[in-house]
Structure formats: structure tokens, C-alpha cells
């Protein structure tokens, strides 16, 4: 009778030890959302206060009076560049929360994947074009069909491709796959850019994430996007991962898209369960 209620009591001190490890650790992660918001919060003070210098730059020449036209041209242009900024990071804010706050309406029409990855390429190339990389398309199943939002679907696959073209240095090469098996279509967009740490890689899609901002990093971003990926792409019934070999080995992001129902059978790339 002894040994038995040591044992329970054992087993209640295990319990109450468990509970305190699990709280421990839920505090713990609490002030590691806290940490991340204040940083984002730095971030953001920071990134909507860049475009008012050249602003109030452009303000202090408008009033002097006397400028040529070219001039005048001139000045609205970085007037009109810096609010664009200003608006997408705003923008960006927030639709990511109302998108990841469910109270976003997305459309459900069929789609062709092809048309997709198109217009997706059509969006990234000026960035591309500009860093000088090359943009190598392997598209084997472009007529595969999913059901949802054609713009949002679009921006899924811009935004992947956007970061395959920040965090690659100037010459460097973006891949995109698209394939399909019997239920899924997958994209793969793949770099041989900066890579992500392994200690960074599990975090990547939460929202105010951000690695090391690299000096050669084409635009200021404030770790928005791929948050604002996974949660458009879980509202599509798929899923994205990540994977790199690490710093300096590129990175490579999977996307899976549940195919739509009763669509025209498309000769699979792979033969399925292989
Ligand atoms: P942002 O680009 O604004 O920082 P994202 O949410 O798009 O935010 O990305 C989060 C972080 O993931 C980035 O700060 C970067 O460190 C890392 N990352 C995303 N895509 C890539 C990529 N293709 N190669 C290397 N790192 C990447």
C-alpha cells in the first residue's frame, strides 16, 4: 500500500513537473512573438520613414518655383515611386492580415496552371531582368487544372518568385517545375542564391520573419510574404514547404495544389507511386 501511493504521488509530482515544463515553454514562445513584433514594429517606423526624405526632398524643389519641365518631370517621378512603395508595404500589411484573418473572399473558378506560372513570369521578370539572372521554365503539365482565385493563385507564385530573384546575387539562376501526379499539382521554385540557415528555415513562413538583410537586397521587405503565402495557399487546400542546403547552396520552395475535380486527364509526368 506504501509503494502504491509513492507511485501516485510520483506520477503527480510528473504531472505537475510536465505542466510547468509546458508552460515554461509557451512563455517562452509568447516572448519570442513579442520580441518578433517589436522588431517588426522597428522595421515597419523604418521602412514608411525612407520614402519621406526624397518627399520632402522633392517638396523643397517644387518650391522654389523656378524649375525646367524635365526637372519638374523628374521630381513627381520620385514623388510618384516613393508613395508606391509606401503603398504596397500598407497594402501588403494589410491583406496579410485579413487574409490570414479568414476575411478575405477568394474566388473559386477552374484555372490552367500554365496560364498561371505565365502571368506569375510576366510579373517577376522586370526584377529578374533587372538583377541580370537567368529564368529557366520546365512546365510539363500546363494544362493541369485547380479551382480558386486566378490573382491570388498569381501572386502565390510572384511572390516565390520575387524572393528567388532578392536573395540570389546579380547572374544568378531561378528554376520553376511544374508537374503533377495523380491528385496534386507541385511547383517548385528553386534558386542558387543565399540560401536560409537551418536555424531560420522552420520559421521562414511566419508572419514577421525575416533573415539577415543582405547589402545587395533589391527592396526593403518586412517578412509579410511568405506568411501571406502559406496562408493563401492553405485556403487553396494546398501546402508549401521549404528546403535549403543552407547559406550559400540556394533555396528551393514546393508548392502543392490539390488538382480540380473531374478535370481532363493529363499524361503525368512521373507514373504516381513512383
Ligand atoms: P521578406 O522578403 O520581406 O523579408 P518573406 O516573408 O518573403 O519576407 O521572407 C521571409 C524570409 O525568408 C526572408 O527575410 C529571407 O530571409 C528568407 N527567404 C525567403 N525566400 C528566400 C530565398 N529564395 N532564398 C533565401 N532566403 C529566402
Not at 510576366?122 to 510539363?140: G, K
Not at 511547383?187 to 543565399?194: E, P, S, T
Not at 506568411?227 to 533555396?251: F, K
Request: aromatic content about 2%; proline content about 4%.
Amino acid at each position: 500500500a506504501l509503494d502504491a501511493s509513492r507511485r501516485e504521488l510520483q506520477a503527480a509530482y510528473q504531472l505537475v513537473e510536465n505542466e510547468l515544463v509546458s508552460r515554461r515553454e509557451a512563455e517562452a514562445r509568447l516572448r519570442d512573438t513579442d520580441r518578433r513584433k517589436d522588431e517588426f514594429l522597428a522595421m515597419l517606423a523604418h521602412e514608411l520613414r525612407n520614402p519621406l526624405a526624397p518627399i520632402g526632398m522633392a517638396a523643397q524643389i517644387l518650391r522654389v518655383g523656378t524649375v525646367t519641365p524635365a526637372r519638374l518631370k523628374q521630381t513627381c517621378e520620385i514623388i510618384d515611386r516613393q508613395i508606391g512603395h509606401m503603398t504596397s508595404l500598407l497594402d501588403d500589411l494589410l491583406d496579410v492580415s485579413r487574409v490570414t484573418g479568414g476575411l478575405v473572399a477568394l474566388a473559386q473558378e477552374r484555372h490552367e496552371m500554365g496560364g498561371i506560372v505565365r502571368d506569375a513570369v510576366e510579373q517577376a521578370r522586370p526584377l529578374v531582368d533587372m538583377r541580370r539572372q537567368r529564368l529557366s521554365l520546365t512546365l510539363s503539365a500546363q494544362a493541369a487544372q485547380v479551382v480558386g482565385d486566378g490573382t491570388r493563385l498569381v501572386q502565390i507564385l510572384t511572390n516565390l518568385l520575387n524572393n528567388a530573384s532578392k536573395y540570389t546575387p546579380q547572374g544568378g539562376v531561378i528554376e520553376l517545375e511544374l508537374t503533377q501526379d495523380a491528385t496534386m499539382v507541385h511547383i517548385v521554385v528553386r534558386d542558387n542564391g543565399i540560401g536560409i540557415d537551418a536555424a531560420l528555415l522552420p520559421h521562414v513562413f511566419d508572419l514577421f520573419v525575416q533573415g539577415e538583410r543582405s547589402p545587395d537586397r533589391a527592396q526593403g521587405g518586412l517578412g509579410l510574404g511568405l506568411a501571406l503565402v502559406r496562408a493563401l495557399v492553405e485556403r487553396h487546400g494546398g501546402s508549401v514547404s521549404a528546403a535549403s542546403r543552407g547559406p550559400g547552396s540556394g533555396s528551393e520552395f514546393t508548392l502543392r495544389l490539390p488538382l480540380a475535380q473531374g478535370a481532363e486527364p493529363v499524361p503525368a509526368a512521373r507514373e504516381p507511386g513512383g
